[in-house]
C-alpha cells in the first residue's frame, strides 16, 4: 500500500505514488536548474508537463486512476535529460560540484591538544591529525618558532566548529545551514511563482491547497528560526564577558608571575608558584565553563529544527580568548621553564620530580589539616 | 563503438536541421515531430526537442497554434514561419556543398 499523491499537470489532476512524485519533482527540478538562463524556461517546463501529462494518460485507463512509481520512472527515461546550455551546464556543474566541496576552516575541540588548529587543518586537507603535527613541529623547529607564532594566528582568526552543520562543513560535507534555508527560500518563491502565477502550474491540486500552504508555512518559520538564530550568535554579549574574563584572568597571571600574589592576595606560603598558575587556569575555566554553556544552549535554543541551525555559535571574541589562552600557556611554560627551578628539573627527570611533588604535596595536605 | 555514440557531435549539429525538415510538412505536433525522428539516426527525447523547439520559435524560424484535443487540453502545432521556410532551403544547399565538398576532398 503506498501513498497517492495528486498532481496538477497542466491544468489536469493525476494520481502519483509518493515515490513517483519525488521522482518526478527532481526530473522538473533538475529541468529548471539547467534551464534557467533559457529565456523560454516557463514555457518549455509547461510543455514538458504537458508531454509528462500525455504519456500518464496512456498508462492510465477507468479502472487504473493511479500512476506507479515503475510507469513515472519509464516516463522520465522516455522524456530524456533536459538539454540546457551545455556550457552553462557544465558550469553549474562545476560550481555546484564547488559548493559541495566548500570548506572552510574552523579549530576542531575534538581531539585538540591545545585550540584545535592541528586536527581542524587535518579536517580541512582530509590528513590524519598526527601528519598536521608533525609537520607544524617540523615546520616550527625549522623555522625557529614561526610555527607557534602561525598556530596563535590561526587560534585567534578561525572560528571554533561547535554546531553539527560546522563540523560537516570543516570537513567539507553539506550540511549547511545557510545554503539548506536559502534553498528553502528559493523554492518557496519559485513554487509561489509558479502556483500564482503561469497558467500551466506544477503544483498541486486544489485538494492539497491548504497542505501546500501549511508547509509554506513552516519553511518561513524555519526560515525565521534561522534568522533569530544568527541574531542571538551575533550578540556580542558573552563573547564580551568572556574577553573580560579572559583580560582578568592574563591581569591575575601577570600579577601572579612578577609579585607572587594575585591582585594583592598573597598566595599561602608553601604553594609553588607553578602549582598557582595551575590552579589559575582551572579557575578560569571553571568560570568560563558556565557561561560557554549558556552561550551555546541560548543559540540551541534560538533555533527550533534541529537542520536549521546557523554557524557561527562563537562570536569572534571567543577565537580572541582561545587564542589568548594558548598564548599564554605557551608564555607561561617557557617562562616557567627558564625560571622556576622546579620546572626545568620536571622536564628533564618528569618521574623523579612527579614523586617529589606529590611528596610535598602529601606534606602540604598534613601540614594545613 | 557505437555509430550513435561516435558521430554524436554530428547528429547534434544536423538536429535542428532534420526538425525544421519534419515540421516543413504542415502543422505538427511535438509528438509527431519525435514519431517522425524515431527510428532514425536523428530519435530524440522531448528533453532535447522542447529547448529546441522554444529556441526556434525565439529566432521566429517556427511558430505554434493551439489545436484542440479529444483527450486533454489544447495541443501546440508548430509549423515553419516564412523566415523559417528559408532558413531550412538555405541549410539544404548549404548541406548539399558541404557534402560536394566532402566527396571533392576525397578525390
Known amino acids: 500500500?503506498?501513498?497517492?499523491?495528486?498532481?496538477?499537470?497542466?491544468?489536469?489532476?493525476?494520481?502519483?505514488?509518493?515515490?513517483?512524485?519525488?521522482?518526478?519533482?527532481?526530473?522538473?527540478?533538475?529541468?529548471?536548474?539547467?534551464?534557467?538562463?533559457?529565456?523560454?524556461?516557463?514555457?518549455?517546463?509547461?510543455?514538458?508537463?504537458?508531454?509528462?501529462?500525455?504519456?500518464?494518460?496512456?498508462?492510465?485507463?477507468?479502472?487504473?486512476?493511479?500512476?506507479?512509481?515503475?510507469?513515472?520512472?519509464?516516463?522520465?527515461?522516455?522524456?530524456?535529460?533536459?538539454?540546457?546550455?551545455?556550457?552553462?551546464?557544465?558550469?553549474?556543474?562545476?560550481?555546484?560540484?564547488?559548493?559541495?566541496?566548500?570548506?572552510?576552516?574552523?579549530?576542531?575541540?575534538?581531539?585538540?591538544?591545545?585550540?584545535?588548529?592541528?586536527?581542524?587543518?587535518?579536517?580541512?586537507?582530509?590528513?590524519?591529525?598526527?601528519?598536521?603535527?608533525?609537520?607544524?613541529?617540523?615546520?616550527?623547529?625549522?623555522?625557529?618558532?614561526?610555527?607557534?607564532?602561525?598556530?596563535?594566528?590561526?587560534?585567534?582568526?578561525?572560528?571554533?566548529?561547535?554546531?553539527?552543520?560546522?563540523?560537516?562543513?570543516?570537513?567539507?560535507?553539506?550540511?549547511?545551514?545557510?545554503?539548506?534555508?536559502?534553498?528553502?527560500?528559493?523554492?518557496?518563491?519559485?513554487?509561489?511563482?509558479?502556483?500564482?502565477?503561469?497558467?500551466?502550474?506544477?503544483?498541486?491540486?486544489?485538494?492539497?491547497?491548504?497542505?501546500?500552504?501549511?508547509?509554506?508555512?513552516?519553511?518561513?518559520?524555519?526560515?525565521?528560526?534561522?534568522?533569530?538564530?544568527?541574531?542571538?550568535?551575533?550578540?556580542p554579549g558573552f563573547g564580551l564577558l568572556r574577553a573580560v574574563l579572559a583580560l582578568v584572568w592574563i591581569l591575575a597571571l601577570i600579577s601572579l608571575i612578577t609579585t607572587g600574589a594575585i591582585f594583592g592576595w598573597v598566595i599561602p606560603a608553601g604553594i609553588p608558584l607553578w602549582v598557582s598558575i595551575i590552579a589559575l587556569f582551572v579557575i578560569y575555566h571553571a568560570v568560563t565553563g558556565p557561561i560557554k554553556g549558556a552561550?551555546?544552549?541560548?543559540?540551541?535554543?534560538?533555533?527550533?529544527?534541529?537542520?536549521?541551525?546557523?554557524?557561527?555559535?562563537?562570536?569572534?571574541?571567543?577565537?580572541?580568548?582561545?587564542?589568548l589562552t594558548v598564548l599564554f600557556l605557551i608564555i607561561a611554560f617557557i617562562w616557567a621553564y627558564q625560571h622556576v627551578p622546579q620546572v626545568y628539573t620536571f622536564i628533564h627527570h618528569p618521574i623523579a620530580e612527579t614523586k617529589v611533588l606529590f611528596g610535598e604535596l602529601k606534606t602540604w595536605w598534613q601540614l594545613h589539616k | 563503438m557505437d555509430k550513435q555514440e561516435s558521430f554524436e557531435a554530428v547528429r547534434r549539429g544536423l538536429l535542428e536541421f532534420s526538425v525544421l525538415t519534419v515540421i516543413s510538412k504542415g502543422e505538427v505536433y511535438s509528438a509527431d515531430i519525435l514519431a517522425a525522428l524515431e527510428g532514425t539516426e536523428f530519435k530524440t527525447q522531448e528533453g532535447t526537442l522542447?529547448?529546441?523547439?522554444?529556441?526556434?520559435?525565439?529566432?521566429?524560424?517556427?511558430?505554434?497554434?493551439?489545436?484542440e484535443s479529444e483527450t486533454g487540453p489544447p495541443r501546440k502545432y508548430y509549423s515553419l514561419t516564412s523566415e523559417g521556410r528559408k532558413r531550412l532551403d538555405d541549410l539544404k544547399k548549404y548541406w548539399e556543398e558541404i557534402t560536394r565538398t566532402i566527396k571533392n576532398l576525397g578525390k
Not at chain 1, 13 to 23: K, L, P, T, V
Not at chain 1, 301 to 321: A, K
Not at chain 2, 56 to 64: G, I, N, T
Open chain 2, 50 to 67: 522542447y529547448p529546441l523547439l522554444s529556441k526556434l520559435r525565439r529566432e521566429s524560424l517556427l511558430d505554434y497554434s493551439w489545436k
Open chain 1, 1 to 235: 500500500m503506498n501513498k497517492v499523491i495528486t498532481i496538477n499537470l497542466n491544468g489536469r489532476a493525476y494520481q502519483i505514488e509518493e515515490s513517483g512524485f519525488d521522482a518526478l519533482r527532481t526530473y522538473l527540478d533538475e529541468a529548471s536548474t539547467r534551464l534557467a538562463s533559457d529565456p523560454g524556461k516557463s514555457e518549455i517546463i509547461a510543455d514538458l508537463e504537458q508531454a509528462i501529462a500525455e504519456k500518464c494518460d496512456k498508462v492510465l485507463n477507468p479502472h487504473k486512476s493511479v500512476v506507479l512509481t515503475d510507469e513515472i520512472t519509464k516516463i522520465i527515461a522516455e522524456m530524456g535529460p533536459v538539454e540546457g546550455d551545455s556550457q552553462k551546464e557544465s558550469h553549474e556543474q562545476s560550481a555546484s560540484g564547488g559548493a559541495h566541496t566548500h570548506k572552510r576552516l574552523f579549530l576542531m575541540r575534538q581531539g585538540a591538544v591545545f585550540a584545535g588548529v592541528c586536527a581542524g587543518l587535518a579536517a580541512y586537507f582530509d590528513i590524519d591529525v598526527t601528519i598536521v603535527r608533525i609537520i607544524f613541529i617540523a615546520g616550527t623547529v625549522l623555522t625557529s618558532g614561526l610555527g607557534i607564532l602561525i598556530y596563535i594566528a590561526l587560534a585567534i582568526l578561525v572560528p571554533y566548529a561547535d554546531t553539527a552543520e560546522a563540523m560537516a562543513q570543516a570537513r567539507g560535507e553539506i550540511l549547511n545551514a545557510h545554503t539548506l534555508v536559502q534553498r528553502a527560500k528559493e523554492r518557496f518563491e519559485e513554487t509561489f511563482e509558479r502556483v500564482s502565477g503561469h497558467k500551466m502550474d506544477w503544483g498541486e491540486s486544489y485538494k492539497d491547497k491548504d497542505d501546500w500552504k501549511r508547509r509554506k508555512r513552516e519553511m518561513k518559520q524555519q526560515w525565521k528560526a534561522g534568522l533569530r538564530a544568527q541574531r542571538y550568535h551575533s550578540n
Open chain 1, 295 to 323: 552561550q551555546y544552549s541560548m543559540n540551541w535554543s534560538g533555533t527550533s529544527g534541529q537542520n536549521y541551525q546557523y554557524g557561527w555559535t562563537h562570536s569572534p571574541w571567543d577565537g580572541l580568548v582561545d587564542g
